[in-house]
């Protein structure tokens, strides 16, 4: 199973990027995909995620409202829109990937945490300028 991210880079504020995570050697419509990330000084927070199966997703939120997370499964690739960028989302965003993911509930997917993914790729800075 591998995992690679793509899109990161440098914005200024209020600004977008769009970042990518390729998935090979697994059955990709089959899994969670989410993306984490890791700002200087904090702990990996989950951002999004979204289940290849039945495009439930989540957003943190942070986020909610500004990034929007999609699949191509004919692509094995997943996409997180990043729209209105702040310079409080200044990360590393890691991709991460699991045959379960965090549980679906009647009201959707409400949490999502680090021990809910197995698989992950090595991360792609992100960082919003003043």
């Known amino acids: 199973m591998h995992l690679v991210e793509s899109g990161g880079g440098l914005v200024q504020s209020g600004g977008s990027l769009t970042l990518s995570c390729t998935a090979s050697?697994?059955?990709?419509?089959?899994?969670?995909i989410g993306w984490f990330r890791r700002a200087p000084g904090k702990e990996r927070e989950g951002v999004s995620c979204i289940r290849s199966s039945d495009d439930s997703t989540y957003y943190a939120d942070s986020v909610k409202g500004r990034f929007t997370i999609s699949v191509d499964n004919a692509k094995n690739t997943v996409h997180l829109r990043m729209n209105s960028l702040k310079p409080e989302d200044t990360a590393v965003y890691f991709c991460?990937?699991?045959?379960?993911?965090?549980?679906?509930?009647?009201?959707?997917?409400?949490?999502?945490?680090?021990?809910?993914?197995?698989?992950w790729g090595q991360g792609t800075q992100v960082t919003v300028s003043s």
């Open positions: 050697g697994f059955a990709f419509e089959q899994y969670t």
């Open positions: 991460a990937a699991d045959r379960l993911g965090p549980p679906l509930t009647s009201a959707g997917i409400l949490t999502m945490l680090e021990m809910d993914f197995h698989s």
